[in-house]
């Protein structure tokens, strides 16, 4: 693998268990924004967390929206294909445990991890995803037999509606992953119940 698939501003901090928190960011955040959180839901993973390289008024994203919110499948697709090629060159570079890779996003993070998950499931042995709902309109069905889910939304999450969400439970549910919704009260943000929740349980 090149070392420039490596090239992206990126974040690695080693742990003490084998497991690797891949850490996505949301809209305008960077590589930096969710060690917090990765700490709180496994102190003693490793940490390997990609900056977004799309950049929609400035702000980091891993993929495009249409000015209407919508989301541009294609970049999505091409969000994906890089981000795999980083994730393949981590692994090598960091002698990462590749079936220990567990996805942890929230908003357009979540979402990306997400679309990783249905064009690469043997890349995450599962996911924590937060203010996140349905990266693709349609899905081809996925093997995710194993993979441990979480969706961690609030019901007054307007990126995230609660009927989509449902659907998107049932889809992965479909698809064999052992998925758990978690809701709150709230709108797009990270519930510390939920984290905890998480915590206990990976």
Do not use: C
Not at 17 to 35: P, Y
Not at 98 to 110: D, L, M, P, Q, Y
């Amino acid at each position: 693998m090149a070392n420039n698939d490596l090239a992206r501003p990126h974040v690695f901090q080693r742990g003490s268990s084998s497991r690797t928190l891949l850490l996505l960011h949301g809209t305008g955040a960077d590589e930096h924004d969710l060690l917090g959180l990765a700490k709180a839901l496994d102190p003693e993973a490793s940490v390997l967390s990609p900056r977004g390289m799309h950049l929609e008024s400035g702000m980091n994203r891993f993929f495009e929206r249409y000015p209407d919110g919508s989301f541009n499948e294609a970049s999505i697709d091409q969000g994906v294909a890089e981000l795999s090629e980083f994730i393949e060159a981590a692994i090598v570079e960091y002698e990462i445990d590749r079936k220990n890779i567990f996805g942890t996003g929230f908003s357009n993070g979540a979402n990306t991890a997400s679309a990783l998950m249905i064009k690469h499931p043997a890349l995450l042995s599962g996911a924590a995803l937060f203010g996140s709902t349905r990266p693709y309109r349609e899905v081809e069905k996925v093997d995710l037999n194993g993979k441990q889910i979480w969706l961690a939304n609030g019901d007054q999450d307007p990126y995230a509606p609660v009927q989509v969400s449902e659907a998107w439970v049932q889809e992965l549910q479909s698809f064999g992953a052992d998925i758990k919704w978690l809701r709150h009260p709230g709108g797009h943000q990270i519930s510390q119940l939920h984290v905890t929740e998480i915590a206990s349980a990976l």
